[in-house]
């Protein structure tokens, strides 16, 4: 008799996806902290460095963490990534705008 499909998906196994993201998530993290303390670099380019380690562990994160690719129907969810993409952006920019009202 075959075994039911939860039975087999419910295996423990290493999680070496999320392992691995992990590792990729702390070297992204570990180079941003040495580019902004130890390098000799201009500000704004050690800005456009922090920024693109950023982006890179963010798509790092969705992809390895949040399942982006693994959807019901088998393509990505535009939608619902551009409205994410909106709330992040409104809330960052409103960070920024808020935290600087009032000091000049």
């Given at each position: 008799m075959a075994k039911p499909q939860a039975a087999v998906q419910n295996k423990r196994t290493f999680p070496f996806k999320h392992f691995v993201g992990y590792l990729f998530s702390i070297v992204l993290t570990l180079l941003a902290?040495?580019?902004?303390?130890?390098?000799?670099?201009?500000?704004?380019?050690?800005?456009?460095?922090?920024y693109i380690f950023a982006f890179l562990q963010a798509a790092l994160q969705l992809l390895m963490f949040m399942h982006i690719t693994e959807t019901s129907n088998g393509r990505i969810q535009t939608g619902t990534i551009l409205f994410a993409v909106f709330i992040a952006i409104t809330v960052a920019a409103g960070s920024v705008w808020v935290m600087s009202a009032g000091h000049s």
């Open positions: 902290v040495w580019v902004a303390f130890e390098s000799e670099l201009p500000a704004k380019v050690i800005m456009n460095v922090i």
